[in-house]
């Protein structure tokens, strides 16, 4: 009895394995690159799991390792990157899942946005065209400040807020130059902080199991930089929250599986950001299991065998409250390692470093998630106390880069995030 894993975040792995176990399945991981997962699978003996090294980017060799999988009961794909490979396969292989339509329209941002926009659920539609004819339409539909950006995005890369018309022509400028997922698309900058509902969903009916905090770096940047969670929301309002959130997913089709919600809460109520169709990505997922006391990745395990998840209904016995700050170096460069580790020993809060990058990567781009070499994590008995332990913590870790070499092409660079 085998469940299958294309790809992973990159932290997880290891309450997966046990989500797995505990329903009677085994653990078989797809991946072009095994190293990636090599802080997971360290901590794992060596008999956990299966993993087996194919092209994941290549959907007929994802399909001809599916099909020698003995007793294959469920496709498990967490990651923006192999979203739809991962939709597609699970409805070739007749497995349990949602239906790829639905998940096509949910890694299509500016669909997503009209679609809402039809049924009353956010104030604006999508903007999309080209070049000129699109700061046209900026200007007249929109108006600014503005956000441009990458309709399938991932990991706050290519996002680009304008505020004046020479912002305006230097987004459009970069966006020219840049390799989109998607198409270039407009919508209003909603202003407000931003959070992230970390959701769960079974037939059709939605569950709030908390939201995240997300500070991000000062405009123009959409940096990710500190997350916390559960944010203490008053009842009233997580209740409410609760209620958009049901009625937002189902609007697009969303009928079960982990989703990860961005919005904005303005002065006049929450304004979406983004749909990800997944478990949040970096420290989201591990933060959950510890807040509420409970794997919730067997939650996941269930969706995949098509069982409705016991997290729907349960009572959750709760756990410390978490927090972490994404590491990023002052400068591009080389990751040569990271300084003042010794440091988080004693410190409150029991912080911790958690890799992503290894030493030789590149680390070329400090604008968005592509830039940060691990996370500092720490706990405390709430988000905002958590939030200054894993903060203190952080400032006493030093990530270091040195200049790029000449030629480059003997270090590994890799364009993925640990959020997706």
């Excluded at 809402?116 to 903007?127: C, F, N, P, S």
Aim: charged share 25%; aromatic share 6%.
């Amino acid at each position: 009895m085998t469940l299958v894993c294309l790809e992973s975040l990159t932290f997880g792995l290891g309450h997966l394995v046990r989500a797995a176990e505990a329903h009677g399945e085994r653990l078989r991981l797809l991946t072009g690159d095994p190293s990636w997962y090599s802080y997971e699978l360290s901590r794992l003996p060596g008999d956990a799991l299966d993993v087996v090294e194919t092209d994941t980017f290549d959907p007929e060799q994802v399909a001809d390792q599916l099909s020698r999988t003995p007793e294959l009961h469920g496709l498990i794909s967490s990651t923006d990157t192999w979203t739809l490979v991962g939709a597609e396969l699970t409805e070739r292989f007749g497995l349990p899942g949602l239906d790829p339509a639905v998940l096509r329209l949910t890694r299509d941002k500016a669909a997503v946005r009209d679609r809402l926009y039809e049924k009353g659920l956010t104030r604006a539609r999508a903007v999309s065209a080209d070049g000129a004819h699109l700061a046209a339409l900026v200007r007249a539909e929109v108006g600014l400040p503005a956000i441009l950006k990458d309709s399938a995005g991932t990991g706050s890369q290519n996002v680009w807020l304008v505020r004046d018309e020479e912002e305006l022509a230097g987004a459009l400028r970069q966006a020219a130059g840049r390799p989109l997922k998607g198409r270039l698309f407009a919508e209003p900058h909603f202003s407000g902080p931003v959070y992230s509902a970390e959701t769960l969903t079974w037939a059709g009916r939605t569950r709030l199991l908390g939201v995240s905090s997300r500070l991000m770096s000062p405009e123009p940047r959409f940096r990710e930089e500190i997350t916390a969670f559960p944010v203490a929301f008053p009842e009233p309002r997580r209740a409410s929250l609760e209620r958009w959130l049901d009625e937002l997913l189902a609007v697009v089709g969303y009928t079960d599986r982990f989703a990860h919600v961005e919005f904005a809460l303005t002065a006049s109520g929450p304004e979406l950001v983004e749909i990800n169709p997944r478990i949040g990505g970096a420290l989201v997922g591990e933060g959950m299991c510890r807040a509420l006391g409970v794997n919730v990745y067997e939650a996941m395990v269930e969706a995949a065998l098509g069982r409705r998840p016991r997290l729907m209904d349960a009572e959750l016995p709760g756990g410390p409250a978490v927090a972490f700050v994404l590491g990023y170096p002052d400068r591009p460069g080389v990751f040569t390692g990271v300084g003042g580790l010794d440091r988080l020993t004693g410190m409150p809060g029991s912080p911790a470093w958690y890799p992503i990058k290894r030493i030789g990567d590149l680390v070329e781009h400090l604008d968005d998630s592509r830039g940060y070499a691990g996370i500092v994590y720490a706990e405390g008995e709430t988000a905002e106390l958590a939030t200054h332990c894993a903060v203190a913590a952080a400032n006493a870790v030093r990530v270091v880069t040195e200049p790029f070499p000449q030629q480059r092409g003997a270090h590994r660079l890799s364009e993925r995030t640990a959020g997706g």
